[in-house]
């Protein structure tokens, strides 16, 4: 039995299945819209735009295997960045700019034991900042006495 021709169907049956169209549509393209502002972004090396774009996209399309590499590509080269500006600001003394730029690299890329090293040292920089005054003293203790 082969379905009736859409002039005979029944109005209601129209609009159901047209709603069901656009819907489909609608959602195909906001995840290709995702995916092409992710790869232009990537191409302009604006990797933060990149990964913001590529999880969008994947969480409209999550078994879409290209889209997950993709977006660990970008997050692998996000990570990069913010490590080479980091690096850029603890040569300069720039330590709290560096912390947030450290932060930033290892959580695109917790797998970095590099990254992980350089925000261990200079957690640990910044807290010997803080304790030691000029005059040996801690904070605290300078304005006890």
Known sequence: MTPAPLAIRPPHLRATGLLLVVFALGACASGGGNLRQAR????????????????????????????RLSLDRAKLRASQDHFARARRHAATDKTEEALVEYQLAAELNPASGEIQDELRRLRAQMRTQVAVDRGGKTTLEALIK
């Open 40 to 67: 232009v972004a990537e191409q302009q090396q604006d990797y933060d735009l990149a990964v913001a774009e590529y999880t969008k996209a994947a969480r409209a399309r999550p078994e879409d295997r290209t889209i």
